[in-house]
């Protein structure tokens, strides 16, 4: 085998599958030896590895010697190729397909150059660099000018530097409504509207008022803004929730919708999403 693809088993599939994937796509082709299409689209394959010099990996997988593997991943039957990225199957194909639709199928795995950029960009952010994250974003938007991800991207680490207006204009740039539906923007979306809200305003001072007058609906919105931007999430949901248990109809329900409001900032899989989701059942009814 070569740099570029190798014969992968039970023993070695997580270091040379789901571990590589998290650097570079990975494609899985599960064949067998006695496999007709398997012996005209193995070749291939290798060749178009070589070609693509570690644009993507090749793992050979021979199910015969390697039965549990293809149960895992539902083999019914061979050839079939699974691509693999962080550690995910994005995309599959069954049957030995003929060449340019297998350079098609690639071409929607494999990261652009502006994408690659991106990614290093991001990967150059977490190491403290933010003024070259940025250059380097730049860079990628020269490249491949319609990937609103590097847009988002500039977005999140702007907002995450404090630069909340700039943030703003960027994200108001995508104009793609797939884009602007993207989990990433959405989230981003919802954080910036909390931060725009919360930019002014003491906690201290707000407590004080709601101390003095428990009834003022309006200073207890306005801290659950201001603690969602500081990232007190759970303080803000229960200020949110104290405003629907006095008044439904508070600030055309303000409550409730500022409540689904950080539910998208934090996403579905956060433990407080699912706790006050009950909470504002119960309180809703």
């Known amino acids: 085998m070569t740099a570029f693809a190798a014969d992968v ?26 496999c007709g299409p398997c012996k005209v689209l193995k070749p ?19 199910t015969e010697a390697n039965q549990q593997l293809a149960m895992n991943y539902g083999i019914r039957g061979v050839p079939t190729v699974k691509a693999i990225v962080d550690g995910e199957i994005v995309d599959e194909f069954s049957g030995a397909l003929p060449e340019d639709k297998i350079r098609e199928f690639l ?3 494999i990261p652009s ?18 003024a070259q994250a940025l250059k380097r974003l730049v860079e990628a938007s020269t490249l491949d000018p319609r990937n609103d991800k590097i847009r988002i991207s500039a ?6 530097s404090g630069g909340i207006s700039a ?23 919802a954080r910036l509207e909390f931060a725009e809200k919360g930019a002014t305003g003491d906690p201290a001072e707000l407590e004080q008022k709601i101390a ?17 931007a500081r990232q007190q999430y759970e303080s803000a949901l229960l200020q949110l929730l104290e405003i629907i248990h006095r008044d439904r109809n508070f600030g055309d329900d303000a409550g409730r919708k500022t409540m689904l409001s950080v539910f998208t900032l934090l996403g579905a899989q956060d433990p407080l999403v699912s706790k ?8 809703l009814n």
């Open 9 to 34: 088993n039970e023993a070695d599939f997580q270091q040379e599958v789901i571990e590589r994937s998290f650097q570079t796509p990975v494609l899985v082709d599960f064949w067998a030896t006695w």
């Open 44 to 62: 291939l394959l290798e060749k178009l590895a070589q070609e693509y010099q570690g644009k993507f990996f090749l793992a050979l997988v021979e």
């Open 107 to 109: 071409d929607r795995i």
């Open 113 to 130: 150059p502006g994408e690659a950029l991106r990614l290093d960009a991001e990967e150059i952010y977490r190491q403290g660099d933010t």
């Open 155 to 160: 977005a999140a680490i702007m907002f995450e």
């Open 167 to 189: 943030a703003r204009r960027m994200l108001d740039s995508i104009v793609d409504p797939a884009s602007r539906n993207d989990e990433q923007a959405v989230a981003l979306l």
């Open 212 to 228: 003095g007058d428990e009834n003022d609906l309006a200073a207890r919105l306005e801290l659950a803004n201001l603690l969602v």
């Open 276 to 283: 006050y989701r009950r909470l504002l059942a119960s309180a």
